[in-house]
Every structure is written in structure tokens, then in C-alpha cells.
């Protein structure tokens, strides 16, 4: 007979001191609200010191700590040292700079709660909304499918899971990937996205199964190569399945030729996916939006509003054109899940749609952020970083010790400082130093790449907070640290 747990020894995780609980939450918003509004006053980034890194080493806490000391632990060990991507001279990877209503809603969310498998309940509608919303923004059907989940990488996983089970020949989910009678073959150009092998390899095709076609001066795909892979593939037993077009490429932003390629899947009975995480949002930007004319045709289609709708991360999303084949490339329905009539169970199951049952409630930094701002005002930032990068390579071009390495076509410019005839490996040592000097002095954080097979630093411009004062700093920064390293190392 099981035996009743006594009253006295019952333990909750609330709080016995609610008004203090209260007086620390408003501190904290204060506090938050002081590190967003004086981030420009704060450098970039900053390395922790030996006596922050060994708070990292203490041992795991058996025993309770007073709230209001642990809150006070964070503020000095963390706060002081982020990565630095809501500063306005964050350039580096390409991610959003986030928003005061954006990190809210986070809390917002958590104060709610709800697992975002699904369910009756107000988050799941609004997570349906904010696709619906998505969907708009990206002119898909209304009666296409969609899903939030943590990135791109899941969102280009959830499009390239649904293309293969779409083009296998065989019920996948039944028989598995053995049982395909031709192997298949996906494309996409030479400067696609790592996290597409990853994909391929995680779906059992392998990375040989992921066809590079080679890329343009500009680095476009060449849609002509593309052709001629197919037929070849064709004609050796393959079957060619899906093409990967990118919408904006992570080290130029070259946008791939998508009515091109939508027209060429539709002739060749092949899947069209659209990895438009860096610049599928630019559809929205009223002076751009034609840069990416033809991915609504996409079969399915991965973006992020982490990055250009600044939201706080992770928000990434995948659609799909066709929502029952989305839907049965994922829908498991154990007795445990079954959707009921009425009460909690009475609605479809998010879950069906992608690889978690426990999902968090992305939608509403997402919902309130459009709210606050509305889509129009979106679209203006998208084109005011776009001509940021135009005005950066601009001030590349006038400088003669800069050389741009690449066309500068969405909000990324590729450039490196060339103080005069230096061999490759020399340059790539020289502008390294440079953009690790940038950030260690908290200047500026900028990433670096291989452009057609030459160092390049580069500027990836998805930041709300930036000005042209702020490239203007870069310039005369990366001149003034090129001639220093220069001087004392060639």
C-alpha cells in the first residue's frame, strides 16, 4: 500500500519570499534594459579572465543559494562577456542583433510554459499564425505547410527529409533507405552551406550524394553545368532528386538563379528547395525584394527570422509546398498521442510536422516582434543594410590599400587589406592578424573566408543597430592595424 508523502516534507520549486522575488525580476529589467540601451559604450567582445574562467570550474551545488546571489554571480561572470552579436560592429557570422520586445517575449514564454508539440492551447495557434505569417512573407500558399524550429540547419534538414521520401521510389519510412531502387542525387552549387552534408549524411544518402555544380565568376550556380550533371547522373543509373538553390550564399551572398532552376526541376521532375537562410527575408524589402523573384516557386523552403527579424535565438523555419507529404514524412501517432474530441488533446500535433515532440514556444518573440514593428518597417532595415554594404565597398574601392574580393550583391562585402606585392600565404597571415586584433581590442568583429581561392576578410551586415559611422570606424581601423602588423612582419 503506497503511503502518503507527509505535508511537512513537501517541497515546491516556487519561491516562499514572492515580494523579493518581485524586487529582483524589476532589478533585472532594469539591468537589461541598461545593457541593451549602452551597448555601444561596451567593446564588441571581450576574452574572460583567468578569474571568470575558473567560476566555470566549481563543483556541481547540492546545497541552495540565495536567488538574489546567484542573479549577482551571473552579472559578473557572464553579462560582461558575451559574443557580441547585438553590438552594431558585429559583423562576423551572420546572425540578427536581437531586440528588448524580442528577449521579452523569450521571458514571456517561459512564464507560459508550453511544450510546443501541440496541443489545445493558446501558443499552438499563435505558433500556426506565425507561420501563416511566414508563409505570406515568402508568397507561399496558404495551404502549404510549415514548422518553427531551432535554425537553419533543422530548417533545410525538415525541406531535404520531405524531397527525399518525395523522390525515393519507395515508402522510406516503411522499408528505409536500402530499399530505394537508384540511388538519388542531390545539387547545389560549390558555395552551398555546410550544414547540407551534414544533411545528406543524416538522411543515409552519403555525402557523394550531395553533387557540387560549379559556381559563376559571380558565384552563382551555372545552371548550364547543373543540366549536364543531371543527364550525366541519368544516364549512369542515378536519380536525380532535388536542387539546393541558394538564396544568398554565406561568403558572398551571391543569390543562385531560382527561376532558372525552379523551371529546370519542374522539366526534370526534381524537387526545388531553397536554402534562403541568409536572404530569403530580403522578398520583404521594398527596393530589393527582386533580388530573390522565383523562390516562392520553391518545393520547400528553410529561413530564419534569427537573423534579419532579429529575434533572440533559435528561431528558424521550414515550408513546404505540399503540406500532407510534409505531414506524413514525420507524423507518428502512438496510443499516448492520439488527438481527442475535446480538452487539451482536441488540436493537430505541431509535431507532426518536424523531428521534436518537445518544442519550445518560438512564435512569440516572432509574433510580438512583427507586431511592434510591422513587416513594412522589416523590409526598410533589410534595404538599409543592403546599401551599408554597398557604401562599405565603396569606401574599399576609394582606399588603395583595400581590394574588394568579391561582387557585393545582398548586405556581405568581401574585402582585404593589400598593403602592397605580398605572396598569398603572407596576405592571408597579414588580414588574419587583422580582423584577430579587431576583435580582441573590441573594435569590430569580422569573419574571414576563401573567395576563389584567395584570403578575404568579410562583412556580414545583418544588424539593426549599425551606421555608417561604425564602417567608417572599420576602414580606418583595418588600415591603421594593417600598417602596424605590416611594418613589424614584412
Same mark, same amino acid.
Given at each position: 500500500?503506497?503511503?502518503?508523502?507527509?505535508?511537512?516534507?513537501?517541497?515546491?520549486?516556487?519561491?516562499?519570499?514572492?515580494?523579493?522575488?518581485?524586487?529582483?525580476?524589476?532589478?533585472?529589467?532594469?539591468?537589461?534594459?541598461?545593457?541593451?540601451?549602452?551597448?555601444?559604450?561596451?567593446?564588441?567582445?571581450?576574452?574572460?579572465?583567468? #578569474?571568470?574562467?575558473?567560476?566555470?570550474?566549481?563543483?556541481?551545488?547540492?546545497? /541552495?543559494?540565495?536567488?538574489?546571489?546567484?542573479?549577482?554571480?551571473?552579472?559578473?561572470?557572464?553579462?560582461?562577456?558575451?559574443?557580441?552579436?547585438?553590438?552594431?560592429?558585429?559583423?562576423?557570422?551572420?546572425?540578427?542583433? #536581437?531586440?528588448?520586445?524580442?528577449?521579452?517575449?523569450?521571458?514571456?514564454?517561459?512564464?507560459?510554459?508550453?511544450?510546443?508539440?501541440?496541443?489545445?492551447?493558446?501558443?499552438?495557434?499563435?505558433?500556426?499564425?506565425?507561420?501563416?505569417?511566414?508563409?505570406?512573407?515568402?508568397?507561399?500558399?496558404?495551404?502549404?505547410?510549415?514548422?518553427?524550429?531551432?535554425?537553419?540547419?533543422?530548417?533545410?534538414?525538415?525541406?531535404?527529409?520531405?524531397?527525399?521520401?518525395?523522390?525515393?521510389?519507395?515508402?522510406?519510412?516503411?522499408? #528505409?533507405?536500402?530499399?530505394?531502387?537508384?540511388?538519388?542525387?542531390?545539387?547545389?552549387?560549390?558555395?552551398?552551406?555546410?550544414?547540407?552534408?551534414?544533411?545528406?549524411?543524416?538522411?543515409?544518402?552519403?555525402?557523394?550524394?550531395?553533387?557540387?555544380?560549379?559556381?559563376?565568376?559571380?558565384?552563382?550556380?551555372?545552371?548550364?553545368?547543373?543540366?549536364?550533371?543531371?543527364?550525366?547522373?541519368?544516364?549512369?543509373?542515378?536519380?536525380?532528386?532535388?536542387?539546393?538553390?541558394?538564396?544568398?550564399?554565406?561568403?558572398?551572398?551571391?543569390?543562385?538563379?531560382? /527561376?532558372?532552376?525552379?523551371?529546370?526541376?519542374?522539366?526534370?521532375?526534381?524537387?526545388?528547395?531553397?536554402?534562403?537562410?541568409?536572404?530569403?527575408?530580403?522578398?520583404?524589402?521594398?527596393?530589393?525584394?527582386?533580388?530573390?523573384?522565383?523562390?516562392?516557386?520553391?518545393?520547400?523552403?528553410?529561413?530564419?527570422?534569427?537573423?534579419?527579424?532579429?529575434?533572440?535565438?533559435?528561431?528558424?523555419?521550414?515550408?513546404?509546398?505540399?503540406?500532407?507529404?510534409?505531414?506524413?514524412?514525420?507524423?507518428?501517432?502512438?496510443?499516448?498521442?492520439?488527438?481527442? /474530441?475535446?480538452?487539451?488533446?482536441?488540436?493537430?500535433?505541431?509535431?507532426?510536422?518536424?523531428?521534436?515532440?518537445?518544442?519550445?514556444?518560438?512564435?512569440?518573440?516572432?509574433?510580438?516582434?512583427?507586431?511592434?514593428?510591422?513587416?513594412?518597417?522589416?523590409?526598410?532595415?533589410?534595404?538599409?543594410?543592403?546599401?551599408?554594404?554597398?557604401?562599405?565597398?565603396?569606401?574599399?574601392?576609394?582606399?588603395?590599400?583595400?581590394?574588394?574580393?568579391?561582387?557585393?550583391?545582398?548586405?556581405?562585402?568581401?574585402?582585404?587589406?593589400?598593403?602592397?606585392?605580398?605572396?598569398?600565404?603572407?596576405?592571408?597571415?597579414?588580414?588574419?592578424?587583422?580582423?584577430?586584433?579587431?576583435?580582441?581590442?573590441?573594435?569590430?568583429?569580422?569573419?574571414?573566408?576563401?573567395?576563389?581561392?584567395?584570403?578575404?576578410?568579410?562583412?556580414?551586415?545583418?544588424?539593426?543597430?549599425?551606421?555608417?559611422?561604425?564602417?567608417?570606424?572599420?576602414?580606418?581601423?583595418?588600415?591603421?592595424? #594593417?600598417?602596424?602588423?605590416?611594418?613589424?612582419?614584412?
Amino acid at each position: 500500500m503506497d503511503r502518503a508523502v507527509p505535508k511537512s516534507i513537501e517541497e515546491t520549486l516556487d519561491p516562499e519570499d514572492w515580494a523579493g522575488v518581485r524586487d529582483l525580476a524589476h532589478r533585472a529589467i532594469d539591468d537589461a534594459i541598461a545593457h541593451i540601451r549602452d551597448v555601444r559604450e561596451r567593446p564588441v567582445w571581450q576574452d574572460l579572465p583567468p #578569474g571568470v574562467r575558473a567560476a566555470y570550474e566549481r563543483p556541481l551545488p547540492m546545497a /541552495p543559494q540565495a536567488l538574489g546571489e546567484v542573479y549577482e554571480e551571473q552579472q559578473k561572470v557572464l553579462m560582461p562577456f558575451p559574443m557580441g552579436n547585438i553590438h552594431p560592429r558585429f559583423w562576423m557570422w551572420y546572425m540578427g542583433s #536581437g531586440s528588448f520586445s524580442g528577449a521579452l517575449a523569450e521571458f514571456l514564454s517561459a512564464i507560459d510554459g508550453s511544450n510546443l508539440g501541440g496541443g489545445n492551447n493558446a501558443a499552438a495557434y499563435m505558433d500556426n499564425q506565425v507561420v501563416a505569417w511566414l508563409k505570406q512573407m515568402m508568397g507561399f500558399p496558404a495551404e502549404s505547410s510549415g514548422t518553427l524550429v531551432s535554425g537553419g540547419s533543422m530548417a533545410n534538414i525538415i525541406g531535404l527529409t520531405a524531397a527525399r521520401n518525395a523522390k525515393a521510389g519507395v515508402d522510406l519510412r516503411a522499408e #528505409g533507405v536500402a530499399a530505394m531502387p537508384k540511388p538519388l542525387r542531390f545539387y547545389g552549387s560549390d558555395q552551398i552551406h555546410s550544414c547540407h552534408q551534414k544533411a545528406v549524411e543524416l538522411l543515409g544518402l552519403g555525402n557523394k550524394a550531395l553533387r557540387r555544380v560549379p559556381s559563376l565568376p559571380d558565384f552563382r550556380m551555372d545552371v548550364t553545368a547543373l543540366k549536364e550533371m543531371i543527364a550525366k547522373d541519368r544516364a549512369a543509373g542515378l536519380r536525380p532528386a532535388a536542387v539546393i538553390a541558394t538564396a544568398g550564399t554565406v561568403n558572398t551572398g551571391a543569390i543562385d538563379d531560382l /527561376p532558372a532552376i525552379a523551371a529546370l526541376c519542374r522539366a526534370e521532375d526534381m524537387w526545388f528547395h531553397v536554402d534562403g537562410c541568409i536572404g530569403a527575408l530580403i522578398a520583404i524589402a521594398p527596393e530589393n525584394g527582386h533580388l530573390v523573384a522565383g523562390l516562392e516557386q520553391a518545393d520547400s523552403m528553410a529561413l530564419d527570422p534569427h537573423k534579419w527579424l532579429h529575434v533572440p535565438f533559435e528561431a528558424g523555419c521550414a515550408l513546404v509546398r505540399d503540406a500532407s507529404l510534409h505531414r506524413d514524412t514525420f507524423a507518428v501517432h502512438p496510443e499516448y498521442l492520439e488527438e481527442k /474530441p475535446r480538452g487539451i488533446a482536441a488540436n493537430e500535433y505541431l509535431h507532426d510536422y518536424n523531428l521534436q515532440t518537445s518544442r519550445a514556444f518560438r512564435a512569440l518573440k516572432v509574433w510580438m516582434t512583427l507586431k511592434e514593428h510591422g513587416v513594412e518597417k522589416f523590409g526598410r532595415l533589410i534595404d538599409q543594410n543592403i546599401a551599408q554594404a554597398q557604401t562599405l565597398a565603396r569606401m574599399v574601392d576609394a582606399t588603395p590599400e583595400l581590394k574588394l574580393m568579391a561582387p557585393t550583391t545582398i548586405n556581405i562585402t568581401c574585402f582585404r587589406y593589400e598593403p602592397g606585392p605580398l605572396s598569398e600565404e603572407d596576405l592571408r597571415a597579414l588580414n588574419t592578424e587583422i580582423m584577430l586584433r579587431l576583435q580582441e581590442a573590441g573594435i569590430a568583429a569580422i569573419s574571414d573566408t576563401t573567395v576563389a581561392g584567395r584570403h578575404s576578410l568579410r562583412v556580414a551586415i545583418c544588424n539593426h543597430r549599425t551606421r555608417t559611422d561604425d564602417l567608417e570606424i572599420l576602414v580606418r581601423e583595418v588600415l591603421r592595424i #594593417g600598417t602596424e602588423v605590416a611594418a613589424g612582419a614584412f
